[in-house]
């Protein structure tokens, strides 16, 4: 069975950017809808591989991860992009993200997880979601952050690598055999609800985006 | 020590439940804050507009005022000039000619007056546009005006370097200096006025000092009389400054007004 609660919750939220977002003016948000397509096929070819094949799909998560680091901070940076004047931090924080990766994989190999670099992902993602915040603070602009559909995409990302530090920390635990043999499986479950509430605020600040693009083609 | 799966799954949920709640309080915090920013925004917006209005409402008043004198001077001063050249002309008698080359002198003499009169007067139309030259000026030109009709001994001491301020703030300065005149005109009774403009850590000061009969302060503003008073204190709050009113029954009376001005 390929669909579960997240791949339903990643389907939805594809729908709704297809819907969405595929007018929209800007190049960067458009790129979400091929981004959420890769999501839904990667965690559909996930389970089929565990679920159907029986084999490990470690690797296919790891070679994700890389597009996931990229994407999502070229997004976040671009809701930055208001607020700062240089890209310099973009280029080294991509690059250092990069390498972590890509020495991890070197290695631990393909068939583990990466999750040291998922961890400093994380954090990386986290810091620059908080710095999002302070400057939206800061700003002498007002904003109506409920209808705010950068707002709404940045807490979604806060919300999921925020809830899931304790998971990327505990990894090791997590995947043990004494955790593995409890009658349900805790990290999916969490995972699961992390999912619900990442997707669920990305399709709110979709439709935001696409409520804002109406409301401004209409004036004008 | 070792820790039961059991006890390491209740923490784990634990610490993911809290990671969880801290984003959603930051996230309603954020929102909070920002309501507050909106409504100070519009606090500022409707304070602006505030000044922007008592702004206008004192550059109608500065020319209210300048008509009002204007009215005056022509009934009282020129009207009578001219009304004194007419009867004089109106009584020469061409075959005394004596007397006709002196009702004659006369009459030009008035005539010389009026348009004396008159080149003031259009001074004092010209008086808005002072404000725009300088407030010492202006109130310079106010208090010749003044001057003229001889009633008050004045004194004017200014000490204002020439830097660049706000018209907008001179324009407010200037009305409340004509509003604490017609305060001294109307009640006060004074016979000498003393006027003192400076600047002095990045502040203009104004003072209006008369010997007049003077007030209770309190007892006026308390009794909701001093409309005036209350005008002084609100336009000069609106400019960053305030004013201060020291008086007594029988001792004169003090407008001192301090103002913010770079």
Known sequence: MLLTVNTTIELICFLVACICLHRDNSAAWRLMIPYLALVCLTEMTGIYLSKHLHVSNTWLYNAYQYIELTVIWSFLYFNLKPYVKTNNWYYIILAALWVIFVTETYIRGWFVFANISASVMSVVFIITSLYYFLLVIRDEAYLQLSVHAPFWWVSGTLLYYFGSTASNVFFDFLVSGAIMSLPFPVRYIVFNILNVLLYCCWSYSFICRYRQRNSFSSLV | ??????????????????????????????????????????????????????????????????????????????????????????????????????????????????????????????????????????????????????????????????????????????????????????????????????????????????????????????????????????????????????????????????IPYI
């Open chain 2, 1 to 258: 020590m070792q820790i039961s799966s059991k006890e390491f799954l209740f923490l784990f949920s634990l610490i993911t439940i809290i990671f969880l709640i801290a984003p959603l309080f930051l996230i309603f915090y954020i929102s909070l804050y920002n309501k507050r920013k909106k409504k100070y925004i519009e606090e500022k917006e409707e304070l602006k507009k505030a000044f922007e209005h008592e702004l206008l409402k004192s550059q109608m008043e500065v020319r209210e005022q300048t008509l009002k004198t204007i009215a005056l001077d022509l009934h009282d001063n020129i009207g009578q000039l001219l009304g004194l050249t007419i009867m004089t002309l109106s009584a020469v008698n061409v075959e005394d000619k004596e007397k006709a080359k002196e009702k004659i002198g006369a009459a030009e003499e008035f005539a010389k007056r009026s348009v004396k009169e008159v080149r003031a007067l259009a001074r004092l139309l010209h008086g808005e546009e002072q404000i725009n030259r300088g407030l010492v000026a202006a109130i310079a030109l106010e208090l010749e005006w003044m001057e003229k009709a001889r009633q008050y001994q004045v004194t004017y001491d200014h000490n204002v370097p020439e830097i660049p301020g706000s018209k907008d703030k001179e324009t407010m300065l200037y009305r409340l200096f004509q509003e604490s005149l017609n305060n001294i005109f109307r009640h006060a009774q004074a016979k000498e006025i003393h006027i003192n403009l400076e600047y002095s850590n990045q502040r203009l000061l104004l003072s209006i000092t008369d010997d007049g009969i003077g007030f209770n302060v309190n007892e006026v503003l308390k009794l909701q009389k001093g409309m005036g008073l209350h005008n002084l204190h609100k336009r000069a709050g609106m400019i960053g400054g305030e004013a201060i009113i020291h008086s007594a029954p029988g001792a004169g009376t003090q407008v001192a007004i301090s």
